[in-house]
């Protein structure tokens, strides 16, 4: 469950200067893994999560989610963007339940289950609190619980923590991993922070700008569980070098 099989995906956005976004692009995800796509703006990372999601329908190819094509959004794949788009009016609770509550699942269901994820997110005691009487990464942190109260099988990720400051960035990290860690969600995760992709990442799928192709894929062997304090390890410092290398070549 949770499965994911991009085949010979091709994107291309119509219009007088036509974009070819994604080229011949083929990945596959096994159940509970976590694969990030890595790459420099424009490379069409956001595309192709766009593409599983539902969102958008593919040029070329064939995409399978749990082995049937994608044909639109789902409660089977939850998405997570840069900006958790919550519900001013409503407090973090009513946003957490919102999504099961207008689909017409029943209280017993999804209330244990949004209290239990309120409690893994660490948000527990502001569950009366809005929306502006939050930080930045309390915010991010109800748009995972939101995300996940569905029971995804999949949870896509788009840049979440891109507009989070550098420390507040490494909370999340940490809080994701441990997440992950309880739930063994398959996640794909949209990043262009190098440090993020290996720190976070059972795969690192590196893609080129233009038209869009998966150029490399790296295995990240780093134990788990992993931490922050991860990130100053031989090992990482070496995937780091690996992969500065990687998308230098692919810069030029
Ligand atoms: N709806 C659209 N119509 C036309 N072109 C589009 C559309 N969406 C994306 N593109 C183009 O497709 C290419 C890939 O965009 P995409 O957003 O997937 O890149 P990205 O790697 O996610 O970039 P970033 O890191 O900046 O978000 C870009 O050249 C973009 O301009």
Partial sequence: ???????????????????????DVSLQIGEGDFVALLGPSGCGKSTLLNLLAGFDRLSDGALLFDGRPVTRPGPDRGVVFQEAALF?????????????????????????????????????????????????????????????????????????????DAQTRLSMQQLL?????????????????????????????????????????IPITLPRPRSIASLTSPAFVAYKADILAEMNVVHH
Avoid at 10 to 23: E, M, N, Q
Avoid at 101 to 130: C, I, M, N, T
Avoid at 208 to 213: E, L, T
Wanted: hydrophobic share 45%; aromatic share 8%.
């Fill in 88 to 164: 001013p009016w409503l407090d973090v609770w009513n946003n957490v339940i919102f999504g099961p509550k207008v689909q017409g699942v029943p209280k017993s269901e999804y209330e244990p289950r949004a209290r239990e994820l309120l409690r893994l997110v660490g948000l527990d005691a502001f569950a009366e609190a809005l929306p502006v009487q939050l930080s930045g990464g309390m915010r991010q942190r109800v748009g995972i619980a939101r995300a996940l109260v569905m029971n995804p099988r999949a949870l896509l990720m788009d840049e979440p923590f891109g507009a989070l």
């Fill in 1 to 23: 469950m949770g499965t994911v099989l991009f085949q010979n995906v091709s994107k291309t956005f119509p219009g007088v200067r036509s974009v070819r976004a994604l080229d």
């Fill in 177 to 217: 991993l441990d997440v992950w860690e309880t739930l063994g969600t398959t996640v794909l995760f949209v990043t262009h922070d190098i440090d993020e992709a290996i720190l976070l990442s059972d795969r690192i799928c590196v893609m080129s700008a233009r038209p869009g192709r998966i150029v490399r894929t």
